[in-house]
């Protein structure tokens, strides 16, 4: 047999751009892929913050076209390989060449609708071009979830490629790319497929339904959001239409690029460590303490927080206990972007508790490294987690994460006080504060003893996520989508 030849679409790709763990995904997963012998292709746009940098990207052909009515947009296509996988550009500077991926703080750019229908149909239009000839197309998010609507219903202009399967993956149920009625005609959508059935969802246009109406299976990251999100509470009004899918719905966790996440062989951090030789985790405490201007003793619980600040991640939850966390003897850093409301409430919190309490804003990907070596613990008191990266990333960095039990977070964080055994971290119910306090609670008391919290250090550094198993699991996943029938043939 030959080999299987995937071609990946995202809307973000690290290490070329990238805001949240999507990104992580669609960098890493095809470089596992490829090592486990698939032929792989990525596609993602050409934004400004990818033009910025020196990643040695070339043209690879120019006057490319998607056709939208009557008239052609024009295109362009660039590559850049890392070991064997192509990872293409969509140029379309008028769509891409922003300042952010999506939007500002105070909102998303208006024509998300048109820059990301156009993506996808320009990324069809590439595969036809360069030969492809995909066995699987594999989406990823409301931003690429219309390729196979466009797959199946532009067979004039994609069917070359029809025999390719599509996967589309959820990284997130929240984000689903709704938007008014009005834009159908401008993205090349018929009245015809605004019905429930189809792409109407509650009066608006969902792109997140085609690729849950229209791949050949769907899947999101990690079995227990795969669950989730067949109920009402984590559904999003979507869990009715996953039903209908639930046969080939499939949850695969995601895996960590451990040559990027590994304090062994972090270019960012001060001093690198292992599980042999803990003593560079208090250098890399100090340092990250003297960067921030943390007063507090070294001695003391370093809390940390990497997130989008956004509901989902229980900020609020953290902005509320802060008094409680002061009266604990703890400090808390906090990196992230989001809602200009949590910028202020936290901003506020570092003006008030000045020696405890530092918080930065905005996207700074070293930051994020050294608050991984250099904290106790980190925080994730998320409402939901389809499955979060950053814990992951702190077990390796012995870093204990104190979680709420849901999604991914529930699937790959054993609770200390349920397993002394296999414990690797605290996990705690209910999104409030007083059940996140109680888990911190018991986080700190096990942190008092040196002895005990030396050991949950060393087990949780030897927690192995590694991508081979996800990406087996995947390829897994394209076999059994090869050996069916197209949904739509
Ligand atoms: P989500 O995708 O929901 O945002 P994940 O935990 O899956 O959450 O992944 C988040 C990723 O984004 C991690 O790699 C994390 O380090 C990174 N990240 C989030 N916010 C920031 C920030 N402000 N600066 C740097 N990295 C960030």
């Not at 059935?197 to 791949?215: A, D, Q, R, V």
């Not at 400090?331 to 992230?336: A, F, I, P, R, T």
Request: aromatic share 12%.
């Amino acid at each position: 047999m030959g080999k299987l030849r995937v071609v990946l679409v995202s809307s973000e790709v690290a290490p070329f751009a990238k805001t949240g763990g999507l990104a992580d995904v669609a960098g890493s997963l095809p470089l596992a892929l490829e090592s486990l012998g698939c032929e792989i292709s990525v596609f993602l746009p050409y934004y400004r913050q990818v033009k910025d940098k020196d990643f040695g990207i070339k043209a690879a052909k120019k006057n490319m076209a998607v056709k939208s009515g009557n008239s052609d947009i024009s295109f362009s296509l660039y590559v850049c390989k890392i070991k064997k996988v192509g990872f293409y550009f969509i140029e379309k500077d008028e769509y891409f060449d922003r300042e952010f991926l999506y939007g500002t703080a105070k909102g998303d750019y208006p024509d998300n609708a048109v820059r990301f229908s156009f993506f996808t149909r320009a990324v069809l239009e590439s595969i036809v071009a360069l030969g492809l000839n995909p066995d699987v197309i594999h989406c990823n998010d409301w931003q690429s979830a219309l390729v196979p609507f466009y797959m199946r219903h532009r067979l004039q202009d994609f069917g070359s490629i029809n025999n390719a399967r599509m996967l589309f993956t959820i990284h997130n149920m929240a984000y689903q790319g709704l938007f008014p009625k009005e834009i159908m005609p401008h993205i090349d959508i018929g009245d015809e497929f605004f019905t429930p059935e189809t792409l109407e969802f509650y009066e608006k246009l969902s792109f997140m339904k085609s690729g849950i109406i229209y791949s050949d299976a769907v899947s999101t990251v990690s079995k227990g959001y795969a669950k989730e999100i067949l109920t009402k509470e984590y559904g999003c009004g979507l869990d009715g239409m996953l039903a209908v899918r639930r046969d080939d719905l499939y949850g695969i966790v995601n895996g960590v690029n451990y040559s990027n996440w590994s304090p062994a062989a972090d270019k960012f951090i001060k001093v690198n460590y292992d599980n042999k030789n803990l003593s560079g985790k208090i250098k890399c405490k100090k340092d990250l303490m003297s960067q921030l201007k943390i007063k507090s003793s070294a001695d003391a619980p370093l809390l940390g927080v990497v997130s989008r600040l956004a509901e989902q991640k229980g900020i609020d939850i953290i902005v509320h206990s802060v008094p409680e966390i002061i009266k604990m003897g703890c400090s808390l850093v906090v990196l992230g972007l989001g809602d200009e409301k949590y910028h202020k409430l936290l901003i506020g919190l570092s003006k008030k508790y000045p020696k405890n309490i530092a918080v930065k804003i905005g996207f700074d990907n070293p930051l994020a490294h050294k608050i991984e070596a250099g904290c106790d613990m980190f925080l994730m008191p998320s409402r939901y987690e389809p499955c979060g990266l950053n814990q992951l990333y702190s077990l390796k960095y012995g870093t204990i994460p104190v979680v709420r039990a849901t999604g991914g977070l529930d699937d790959t964080i054993i609770d200390y006080y349920s397993d002394r055994t296999n414990g690797n971290g605290f996990k705690f119910m209910r999104a409030d504060t007083g059940d996140f306090l109680d888990g911190l609670k018991r986080a700190v008391s096990v942190y008092k003893n040196k002895k005990k919290w030396q050991q949950l250090i060393l087990k949780a550094m030897k927690c192995d996520f590694s991508w081979e198993n996800s990406a087996k699991e995947y390829i897994k996943l394209y076999k059994i989508m090869k050996s069916k029938n197209r949904r739509f043939s």
